[in-house]
């Protein structure tokens, strides 16, 4: 079982719909959930970053962590078009000196004017 | 303006060539990490450095090999052992602190 799993859409959606974005994870060690977002052929850029379980909201963005189904999801409330990217979520694996994230696949979504 | 630099943007490969890709960062970033994506693959890990002289392999290591010689420099190096090279690449920072990743605008390298 890959340790982050996130449906790769893609996912299109009119302008102005909510969008719900998901990963779920397979360790029940990991604390910190974070989730990017990636336009084409460009680096990613950190979105939300949230530890442990509950909500974090930011403008339109609601980051949401459920620790007991293991279950992450990135809410998005009166999509733009400029929302379109790709949306990766991300967990860090480990601490300390062997710090590295683990990333999903990535869910393509396309918002249409 | 503080950031990280990969070069160059587009990059092309001959059959049984290596090439080296630049990443420099000026933030001052203990770690750095690079990162192979492919379409619908998500990013995968190749190597990853924490501090100067020291690194260790991704999940995906196989025909890559990496240097750290300098904090603000990572160069990683596609040998002619990697048969399928075709990917974006893009390096990565890290900070003392913050658990966060600080990207580069990646480089695209394909084969001839």
């Known amino acids: 079982q890959k340790e982050v799993e996130q449906d790769p859409g893609p996912l299109s959606v009119p302008e102005g719909a909510i969008v719900s974005l998901n990963c779920t994870y397979s360790?029940?060690?990991?604390?910190?959930f974070m989730w990017y977002r990636q336009y084409s052929r460009k680096g990613p850029e950190l979105l939300m970053y949230?530890?442990?379980?509950g909500n974090k909201e930011d403008g339109r963005f609601t980051a949401q962590v459920d620790k007991s189904s293991k279950y992450i999801s990135l809410f998005i409330r009166d999509s733009q078009p400029s929302d379109s990217a790709t949306y990766l979520c991300?967990?860090?694996?480990?601490?300390?000196?062997?710090?590295?994230?683990?990333f999903g696949k990535g869910t393509l979504l396309t918002v249409n004017p | 303006d503080g950031g990280i630099t990969q070069s160059p943007k587009y990059l092309f490969r001959k059959e049984g060539q290596n090439v080296t890709l630049s990443c420099e960062q000026n933030l001052n970033h203990d770690a750095m990490y690079w990162y192979r994506q492919d379409p619908g693959q998500g990013l995968r890990l190749i190597y990853y450095s924490q501090i100067v002289n020291d690194f260790q392999k991704g999940d995906i290591a196989e025909g890559y090999s990496v240097s750290r010689e300098k904090k603000e420099s990572f160069p990683l190096t596609v040998t002619s052992a990697q048969k399928n090279p075709t990917a974006f690449y893009l390096c990565?920072?890290?900070?003392?602190?913050?658990?966060?990743?600080?990207f580069g605008s990646g480089t695209q390298l394909s084969v001839l």
């Open positions: 949230t530890y442990s379980s």
């Open positions: 360790n029940s060690a990991f604390q910190y």
């Open positions: 990565a920072s890290r900070g003392r602190v913050y658990e966060k990743l600080f």
């Open positions: 991300a967990t860090p694996n480990s601490g300390g000196s062997n710090y590295k994230l683990t």
